[in-house]
């Protein structure tokens, strides 16, 4: 096996700064006037106890539950649980659009928004869901949308907006005004007992409107089917990029025929190291192979996949085999000024979660492992994340004490909120347009927050 050092050395890259390495300068870490003068630079400060014993959150930030599970929406319909992924978008009257996922399955009947033991399901034509499933079993994930006025801080309306779908986990904005809702999930047909009428584990798009409605639930095939997770979009080029959440998981590019359409199909790749193919990015201690440093630039070449529907849920396999490299459950993936960051949740020499960054290029980019803290008290198993108007990279912990952590653009980690309750994971961490507002749920708790304070400013 080889090591590190090795990698390094017989790679070539000695002499390269390891910005990616300043991991443990957090403000909570402790440390001399000296450091904790440098630590204001980016850190929020300690946070304050919630007397509420919901959220935890810096001196001078307030949330505001804004959604909660079981509401009343302005379709008949009510809000459903498990809130995952969520991206925002500029109305024309100045309001915000908030679209956002929903983690359910079938058998979650008390979660949908048809009520307890899907008892609404009548109260939409049974051609606006994707998976009707019978009736017996109907797809309960899917989207919705809020209209949030961000002067009151209020919703005025709330809809759902994609149906029939399974486990909507996370997915990425458009900048031509929609959202990308990705299936973490393979079901296939035939299964629950004959009642499920679709293949499943594809990407949908949701345009972000007003307007009560629910977006056409056609799949999206050409961008592969497998354990969706994130998507981002490279506004240059045209290509999105899309993480998929399975320990042996592959990074995934698609190419549309049509740049900004992407129902008009196109090409599926998969990520690979030049010079090192079936590279496994894991850094697990059992792993074969030289492991990826913090810091150290990666060239890249995308290999072709074919049979993209995969119907036996083996592209990862055929991928990994044709030279892909592998990730350890890709989770979330935002795109910020030329740059893509995404999280793998259980990657790291502990298992605890990895950060990359991917620069798109004509000659194929350039890969980073951004951080590996392998430290749970700086962040652990990190999810769902979104770039900052100002470059923070802002994360959701998948734990059940978790919280919200932050990434300086040089590798700094610092502690903005916590979940009194430990209750399970922060999802959906996203800002409005104007950065006056970050959006965030609790999961478990069905609930969705609006928190504002004194943010900082892009320098």
């Not at 697990?284 to 995969?310: F, M, Q, R, S, Y």
């Not at 922060?426 to 927050?449: R, Y």
């Amino acid at each position: 096996m080889r090591s590190r050092r090795d990698f390094i050395r017989t790679s070539g890259y000695i002499g390269i700064g390891f910005v990616g390495l300043k991991l443990y300068a957090c403000g909570n870490a402790g440390g001399g006037a000296g450091e904790a003068a440098a630590d204001a630079a980016f850190d929020y400060g300690a946070l304050v106890s919630d007397p509420a014993g919901i959220l935890d959150l810096p001196e001078g930030f307030s949330y505001k539950i804004i959604s909660r599970q079981g509401d009343a929406m302005d379709d008949g319909l009510v809000v459903p649980g498990k809130q995952d992924g969520m991206a925002t978008f500029p109305s024309e009257d100045g309001k915000v659009i908030i679209v956002r996922n929903h983690e359910i399955v079938p058998t979650d009947k008390d979660l949908g928004a048809f009520g307890p033991d899907n008892a609404n399901l009548g109260a939409i034509p049974k051609e606006d869901l994707y998976e009707f499933g019978k009736g017996e079993f109907p797809g309960l994930g899917g989207t919705t949308t809020l209209v949030f006025n961000e002067e009151t801080q209020e919703v005025e309306k709330q809809f759902l907006s994609l149906a029939g779908t399974y486990r909507n986990c996370a997915g990425g904005p458009m900048p031509w005004g929609s959202w990308l809702t990705c299936e973490e999930d393979v079901t296939k047909a035939g299964e629950y007992e004959g009642n499920v009428e679709k293949e499943h584990g594809f990407v949908f798009e949701v345009p972000a409107t007003t307007e009560v409605m629910r977006a056409a639930p056609k799949p999206i095939k050409e961008m592969g089917r497998f354990n969706h997770e994130a998507v981002a979009y490279d506004p240059e080029a045209g290509m999105l990029y899309m993480t998929e959440d399975r320990h042996d998981g592959l990074l995934y590019r698609f190419i549309p025929n049509k740049k900004n359409d992407l129902h008009s199909g196109g090409k599926l790749q998969a990520l690979a190291i030049k010079g090192e193919p079936k590279m496994d990015t894991r850094n697990w201690p059992e792993t074969v192979g030289p492991d990826i440093l913090t810091g150290i630039p990666l060239k890249l070449e995308w290999i072709d996949l074919d049979n993209v529907e995969a119907p036996e849920d083996d592209l990862r396999i055929r991928g990994h085999e044709a030279g892909a490299a592998v990730f350890a459950r890709g989770e979330g993936m935002w795109y910020d000024e030329g740059v893509i960051y995404f999280a793998c949740t259980s990657g790291g020499d502990l298992r605890k979660g990895q950060v990359f960054k991917l620069t798109p290029a004509a000659d194929g980019g350039v890969l980073e492992l951004f951080i590996e803290p392998n430290n749970v008290d700086i962040m652990k198993y990190c999810d769902n994340l979104t770039v900052a108007p100002w470059g923070d990279v802002m994360i959701c912990e998948d734990d059940e004490d978790a919280y919200l952590r932050g990434v300086t653009p040089d590798g700094k980690i610092f502690t903005f909120g916590h979940s009194v309750q430990k209750v399970g994971e922060f999802t959906g961490i996203c800002f409005s347009p104007t950065g006056k507002t970050m959006f965030v749920n609790l999961q478990h708790e069905g609930l969705t927050f609006a928190i504002t304070g004194p943010w900082k400013t892009r320098a």
